[in-house]
T-cell receptor, first 115, second 110 residues
Framework: GAGVSQTPSNKVTEKGKYVELRCDPI?????LYWYRQSLGQGPEFLIY????????DSGLPNDRFFAVRPEGSVSTLKIQRTERGDSAVYLC?????????????FGPGTRLTVL | DAKTTQPNSMESNEEEPVHLPCNHS???????IHWYRQLPSQGPEYVIH???SNVNNRMASLAIAEDRKSSTLILHRATLRDAAVYYC???????????FGKGTRLHILP
């Protein structure tokens, strides 16, 4: 079956621009997570949704970052006024729930480069 | 959050078993031990998890020390495709998200 997909796979933008990154989770998965991964580091949690609502956004670095999941399926991560330090791979994951007994399925990521 | 300690990198020969160690001396009674791995240019993928007893699945085995302060991920016969970063993670039964460390980069030598 189809896994988690993310678009675009690569995004190059200029400092100060606005970007949107999209995540299509596995059908039926209620939980959706966003992570950010810098070179040589493990993924860093940003935000997760249970259904349509953001259940935990404690990992968002500042108010330039925002995410939505209006219909409880597709999610969009939005970054305003991008900075060079935002360059990273942005990973999305989905799961049937949030229990630690349930595995998370990750997408291939979107590589964001801010020039 | 309880933390884990893993070696930065390890090497192993192809077709030999690999034992990846993880220390978690501050583990609590409700922490599950999870392993994920990340192949080059891919997102992480689930490998295995356990609580107290050793676990086996098609990908690997998880050996958990009796005091639960350490565990070992065992790949029984490594292939070149197993070259990846392996993350050992603790998740409390109440945890709703994964906190990744830096993991162990496993190199497989042909």
């Amino acid at each position: 079956g189809a896994g988690v997909s993310q678009t675009p796979s690569n995004k190059v933008t200029e400092k100060g621009k606005y970007v949107e990154l999209r995540c299509d989770p596995i059908s039926g998965h209620t939980a959706l997570y966003w992570y950010r991964q810098s070179l040589g580091q493990g993924p860093e949690f940003l935000i997760y949704f249970q259904g349509t609502g953001a259940a935990d956004d404690s990992g968002l670095p500042n108010d330039r970052f925002f995410a939505v999941r209006p219909e409880g399926s597709v999610s969009t991560l939005k970054i305003q006024r991008t900075e060079r330090g935002d360059s990273a791979v942005y990973l999305c994951a989905s799961s049937l729930g949030t229990s630690p007994l349930v595995e998370q399925f990750f997408g291939p990521g979107t590589r964001l480069t801010v020039l | 959050d309880a933390k884990t300690t893993q070696p930065n990198s390890m090497e192993s020969n192809e077709e030999e078993p690999v034992h990846l160690p993880c220390n978690h001396s501050t583990i609590s009674g409700t922490d599950y031990i999870h392993w994920y791995r990340q192949l080059p240019s891919q997102g992480p993928e689930y490998v295995i998890h356990g609580l107290t007893s050793n676990v086996n699945n098609r990908m690997a085995s998880l050996a958990i020390a009796e005091d639960r302060k350490s565990s070992t991920l065992i790949l029984h016969r490594a292939t070149l495709r197993d070259a990846a970063v392996y993350y050992c993670i603790l998740r409390d039964v109440e945890d709703d998200k994964i906190i990744f460390g830096k993991g162990t980069r496993l190199h497989i030598l042909p």
